[in-house]
């Protein structure tokens, strides 16, 4: 099990930037994928972005490609999602997860597939 602390969240206007963090203890954290999850009032939590344990490939959900950048610092134990461009409907509270698996090419999507989650933290964009 690893524990996960995300911070950087706050209050932004349209077409500001934010860099959320997301802090790691408990396991091997290279070995493991790590993902940025967001989930909206009244919506479902759904995927944003992943990398896998080296931090060699990324992927994103279409909303945010090209806006958001997902990073990691193995040597700090700590995820990165660099938010660009930001727009209200970005407005949600967003969660760093930790893959269940080992696996270097792993690179999930599916809130399934994350065994470790942080408690949170919001974003909000206004008008």
């Known amino acids: 099990q690893v524990q996960l602390v995300e911070s950087g969240g706050g209050l932004v206007q349209a077409g500001d930037s934010l860099r959320l963090s997301c802090a790691a203890s408990g396991r091997t954290f290279s070995r493991y994928a790590m993902g940025w999850f967001r989930q909206a009032p009244g919506k479902e939590r759904e995927f944003v972005a992943v990398?896998?344990?080296?931090?060699?490939?990324?992927d994103y959900a279409i909303s945010v490609k090209g806006r958001f950048t997902i990073s990691r610092d193995n040597a700090k134990n700590t995820v990165y999602l660099q938010m660009n461009s930001l727009k209200p409907e970005d407005t949600a509270v967003y969660y760093c997860a930790a893959d269940r698996y080992i696996g270097v090419y792993r690179k999930p999507k599916s809130e399934a597939d994350f065994g470790s989650w942080g408690q949170g933290t919001q974003v909000t964009v206004s008008s």
């Open positions: 990398i896998t344990g080296s931090g060699g490939s990324t």
